[in-house]
């Protein structure tokens, strides 16, 4: 069961002017504008007091963190006093905070304008403090109505502030996965964050005025504000609102030291989980990547830089385990005691015993190598290709038995293909890379016929035919007549359209195939009329084994696959003005069009607009042609896009 966030999102670059609209449309028309006051953000605040215009009746620019009591009393009074119908909060956290205060307080309509990556403004989760302690609550009436993210504030975020307001959304995903609520959807995106998180970060450490890389950011924070308020949070938050609450650290500077920590503690109870954050962050041990993470861009990493004193952390370490709270690993002061020593400290946590070792630089080094390319497409799909493939080694933890396997594997297709044979398309093809290739290139234009993949026994320049030709030659089999149609999108005939048609015969074989063959068989090329269309004759399709003989037939039989592909016959057009289409027709109910995965067509070429109707005939034929018994019939109409689409 998941619970999606009712809040209003706008989400962009230059948004803030919408804000005045979201307030009327919210009935607002006496505004309580609040902030924080700082300098960094009177800019923004002024903008958006001009934007809401008369609509501000009364500003408090008195926010604090840790959304003390007697802050929100002073606001409530003011509040109160302006007889205020509508909430607007600029600024981070402790504005987010205000902003709830007083809502859950006067149930007024609140509207937040963040300008860090807190992500609190799309939670129902309230921190407060008083008499020296923080204390949590989560209310519906707490969620703010409306959050207006307009990415060109977060440019004036500092360097420092952006690091560890950043970490602070990665903290929620990274507690999200292992809370006890968690569930698909709000682990979904949690490790989307995760990863956006680790990408974006030393980006902007690198270029703080990186606007995709703001945008990127603010993305993950509303994707872990979601996570938190959708989950209970465990030890990581509990430690933070105590030091923050009881010892008066600054809160998103806590939450980027004790998170590394705080992960390390409970990594033996959730080892599933810290794989899962390796991998979105592209590191081989979670703690230690999201310390070096943290290293790397600059954050702070030692409670002793943030003003904790050496002498309160057993008291802090008591003040957490008070009171239960859910979390993967049992908590013990001892313990808590032991992980704020080592934050307060910096130390690196020690990674897990099984972790693999920090490789890295060695990936960063390779992928600079190809910086010296000169066409940036091919530099970029090197670089792509080494990263993903140390990925891989690095997260199957390859044996260099398993590596040589593979080599050797590489080498047994090299050495089985020929100018007829082509291995490694066929290894393509049922990976289902050619099927994803295929459908990224032409996916673009949908009002037109799918493409299908050519497959590996295509022969340029096959034949010219007439209209009307049996291809199939001596071939025997259910005959088949083929009346087809090439239009372009809008339906017009495309005239003078070059198609190339070629199929197997009735025991699975292309031409290519059978070296006793004298010639090209049941493959030809044909040219449309004017009306856009060309016949012939062949014979019905047949399902059949791809060449399963070779490394790539080992592969499919070692795992329980098939080599079969459904019955179809394949086309390729070539018309001036239009955009080539590769594709295939298949025998609707023929073999291997449906069941498990595995046990359907073997390179994944099917597509349903492709399943047509070979239909059974028996009689006169449209061309005359004497037929005994039964014939099918194939009538298709192939729509193209032209080049300008």
Not at 151 to 166: H, R
Request: aromatic share 6%; hydrophobic share 40%; net charge negative.
């Amino acid at each position: 069961m998941h619970t999606a966030s009712p809040s209003r999102v706008v989400f962009g670059a230059g948004t803030l002017p919408q804000v005045r609209d979201e307030a009327e449309r919210l009935g607002g028309s006496r505004v309580l504008l609040l902030s924080d006051g700082s300098p960094v953000l009177r800019k923004d605040t002024e903008r958006l007091r001009e934007v809401l215009g008369d609509l501000v009746v009364a500003e408090f620019d008195g926010a604090a963190m840790h959304t003390p009591v007697e802050v929100t009393e002073q606001a409530l009074d003011l509040l109160r006093d302006q007889r205020v119908d509508c909430l607007v909060a600029i600024g981070g956290g402790s504005t987010t905070g205000l902003a709830k205060a007083l809502a859950v307080r006067t149930d007024l309509p609140q509207i937040i304008v963040p300008t860090t990556y807190a992500g609190s403004e799309v939670t129902p989760v309230l921190g407060e403090t008083a008499d020296g302690r923080k204390v949590t609550r989560s209310s519906p009436a707490i969620l703010p109505n409306t959050v207006v993210y307009d990415v060109e504030l977060t440019l004036a975020l500092p360097i420092a502030m952006s690091v560890t307001s950043g970490i602070n959304a990665l903290a929620h995903a990274v507690e999200a996965l292992y809370s006890p609520d968690a569930d698909p959807v709000t682990d979904a995106m949690a490790l989307e964050a995760v990863a956006a998180i680790g990408r974006a970060l030393p980006t902007l450490h690198d270029n703080p005025s990186d606007m995709a890389a703001r945008a990127e950011l603010l993305q993950a924070a509303w994707l872990s504000g979601n996570c938190l308020g959708a989950v209970g949070m465990g030890l990581h938050h509990k430690l933070c609102h105590t030091l923050g609450g009881t010892f008066g650290l600054p809160h998103a500077e806590t939450h980027t030291v004790i998170l590394p920590h705080a992960m390390a503690y409970n990594a033996p109870a959730a080892e599933q989980t810290m794989e899962r954050i390796a991998h979105a962050l592209g590191a081989p041990d979670a703690p230690t990547g999201v310390f070096d993470l943290i290293r790397q861009v600059g954050g702070p990493t030692s409670l002793r830089d943030l003003g904790m004193a050496e002498a309160d952390l057993d008291r802090a370490a008591e003040l957490a385990t008070a009171q239960p709270y859910p979390n993967p690993r049992e908590l013990t002061r001892t313990g808590l005691a032991d992980l704020l020593r080592d934050a307060w400290h910096g130390h690196r946590p020690q990674a897990a015993a099984e972790s693999v070792p920090d490789l890295r630089a060695l990936t960063d080094e390779v992928a600079a190598s190809f910086d010296g390319c000169t066409n940036p497409r091919l530099r970029q799909l090197l670089t792509d290709l080494a990263r993903t493939l140390h990925a891989y080694t690095i997260r199957n933890d390859l044996t260099p038995n398993e590596w040589q396997r593979a080599i050797d594997f590489l080498t047994e297709a090299g050495h089985i293909t020929t100018d007829t044979r082509q291995e490694f398309i066929l290894l393509s093809d049922t990976l289902g890379v050619s099927s994803v290739v295929d459908a990224l290139a032409n996916s673009r234009t949908p009002d037109t016929t799918s493409s299908a993949i050519l497959g590996p026994f295509y022969v340029a320049g096959p034949p010219a035919a007439e209209h009307g030709t049996d291809i199939a030659g001596d071939f025997t089999g259910t005959p088949m007549w083929a009346d087809i149609t090439v239009t372009d999108q809008d339906g017009k005939p495309v005239a003078d359209a070059v198609v190339d048609v070629w199929q197997s015969n009735e025991d699975g074989f292309y031409d290519v195939q059978l070296p006793d063959l004298d010639g090209p068989v049941l493959r030809a090329r044909f040219t449309t009329g004017a009306d856009g269309r060309f016949t012939f004759w062949s014979i019905l399709p047949s399902a059949y084994p791809i060449p399963d003989d070779g490394p790539v037939g080992k592969m499919l039989y070692t795992v329980g696959r098939h080599p079969y592909r459904a019955p179809h016959v394949h086309f390729l057009i070539n018309a001036p003005g239009h955009q080539p289409l590769i594709t295939q027709l298949f025998v609707r109910g023929g073999a291997y069009l449906d069941g498990a995965p595995g046990q359907r067509d073997a390179v994944f070429g099917v597509k349903d607009d492709l399943i047509t109707d070979f239909v059974r005939q028996t009689g006169p034929t449209p061309d005359g042609r004497p037929v005994d018994g039964e014939w099918r019939q194939l009538a298709f109409t192939f729509r193209i896009a032209s080049l300008g689409h």
